[in-house]
């Protein structure tokens, strides 16, 4: 007897246009199992779109569970997939677990045969083909739509109400976003004082809805499309005078200059690590000194929480990058020294051998599977004693698996070399490109190295 899964799925918009429903699908293939002897259990995705598979939780659940089932089995092919990409990682997923897939009412789609499976990669690619041309066909009605002045999006913009599918400027609102632009110029482009205005002006918005607000062009009536590079006149309303808000742009241009001068080359740049967050840490440039220095600095210390004044991490202090470079020079040899006793004595206590266990709990998963299906246990017991087979065969193997001796060899070859005087021949390229090569990560927190990780 087999033993499938029945998976069902309709999206919001089908339902709506075409009176599709999931009852109609369940009723069609349960009546399909009886006649041909099937045991069977459902999966359903209800008002999700076929176009992507990472939302459908009954469909990824499916897939999880493909190695106890004979057969996946759906009314038509679009039920699945119209993704060519998902299809066919759905339909590997189930050639690894022995398990095919059909369609009731496509006789063509039958994964059992070859025949059933080429036609199977053709009706996926022509569904695919047709939801680029819908996409096309939206895009055409968008744009027919803004060159009539209408919105294409029910999402409402800070500053407007949509009225009669127009942009129609929200007065109070708007004069909020002025008052904010002229707040930001008297404040001479200080980003703390306007924040601490922001919060007390815009309830529960955060520091990246103040840089959006300053930025938007559509207050000046140029409509930026979403992702592009292209501006729409005479769509949406403006709000204020484009001398104010070239003014704001030139203020946040020279603090972008402010904090971006970065002619000094970085040593560490992409392997300094915030200890508290663990967030890659910053490159900041020093614009105190006469003699431009780098600095290291968690992004995460300088932004802070929505509508609030605090910070999303509490580890402030900055590192200098000579400072780091001290370091390393100093301690290079230990650090790698304990770093290979560490990592060697965890090798030797994930070792452990359990092949035996996990051949047992593997049989006793199948046996299990053909009680049920001959009857002799319920589903109820079936799921119960599957999902605590599963757990213990999961434990076992995480516990047997033998972490191969990791090669120290780089490290210890960094103990053995003269660093000090290796290192005062090198360009500045060359000890970057040096420590790249054997450091991964340099956990820092307080201004003070943590730890030190290697490749």
């Keep these: 007897m087999k033993y499938v899964a029945c998976y069902c799925r309709v999206s919001t918009d089908e339902q709506v246009k075409y009176g599709f429903s999931i009852q109609a699908q369940k009723d069609a293939l349960e009546k399909f199992c009886k006649e041909n002897g099937y045991k ?3 999966y359903v995705d209800e008002g999700i779109s076929a176009s992507s598979m990472k939302k459908r939780k009954a469909l990824n659940e499916m897939l999880n569970k493909a190695n106890i089932f004979d057969m996946i089995l759906f009314t038509k092919l679009d039920r699945l997939s119209r993704n060519v990409l998902d299809a066919n990682n759905i339909n590997k997923t189930l050639q690894d677990n022995n398990c095919t897939m059909k369609a009731i009412d496509e006789d063509d789609i039958d994964t059992s045969t070859a025949d059933g499976t080429f036609i199977f990669n053709l009706k996926v690619s022509l ?4 939801i680029g041309k819908t996409s096309e066909r939206i895009n055409f009605v968008f744009q027919n739509k803004r060159e009539k002045g209408e919105v294409t999006s029910g999402t409402k913009k800070y500053g407007y109400d949509i009225v009669d599918k127009h942009y129609q400027i929200n007065q109070s609102e708007a004069q909020n976003i002025v008052n904010l632009y002229k707040y930001f110029i008297s404040a001479n482009g200080n980003v703390k004082e306007t924040y601490e205005y922001f919060i007390q002006h815009f309830n529960g918005k955060g520091q990246d809805c103040l840089y959006k607000y300053l930025r938007d062009t559509s207050y000046i009536g140029k409509y930026k499309l979403y992702r592009k590079d292209t501006y729409i006149d005479n769509y949406i309303p403006r709000i204020m005078k484009n001398e104010l808000f070239n003014s704001v742009q030139n203020l946040l241009k020279k603090g972008e200059n402010k904090s971006s001068r970065t002619k000094v080359p970085s040593l560490f740049a992409g392997i300094i690590q915030c200890n508290v967050c663990k967030i890659r840490m910053c490159r900041k440039q020093d614009a105190r000194s006469k003699i431009l220095k780098m600095r290291y600095v968690c992004d995460n210390a300088t932004r802070r929480k929505a509508g609030s004044m605090e910070y999303k991490c509490t580890n402030h202090k900055t590192i200098k990058e000579e400072e780091i470079e001290k370091y390393l020079l100093d301690n290079i040899k230990q650090e790698a020294q304990n770093y290979i006793a560490e990592n060697s004595v965890e090798a030797k206590i994930q070792t452990k051998d ?7 709990i593997e049989k006793k998963i199948s046996k299990l599977k053909d009680l049920y299906l001959d009857d002799l246990i319920d589903k109820e017991t079936y799921k119960t004693d599957y999902t605590n087979l599963n757990k213990k065969l999961k434990d076992l193997k995480s516990e047997s698996t033998v972490s191969k001796q990791k090669d120290f060899s ?10 000090v005087k290796i290192y ?5 390229d060359e000890k970057r490109t040096f420590w790249l090569n054997i450091i991964d990560k340099i956990f820092v927190e307080d201004g003070k190295i943590k730890e030190v990780t290697f490749l």
């Design 40 to 42: 069977y259990e459902f």
């Design 354 to 360: 359990n092949s035996k266990e996990i051949k047992q």
């Design 127 to 130: 569904a695919q083909r047709e």
């Design 424 to 428: 005062s021949l090198l360009t500045v």
């Design 410 to 419: 780089n490290v210890e070859h960094v103990i053995n070399l003269d660093i």
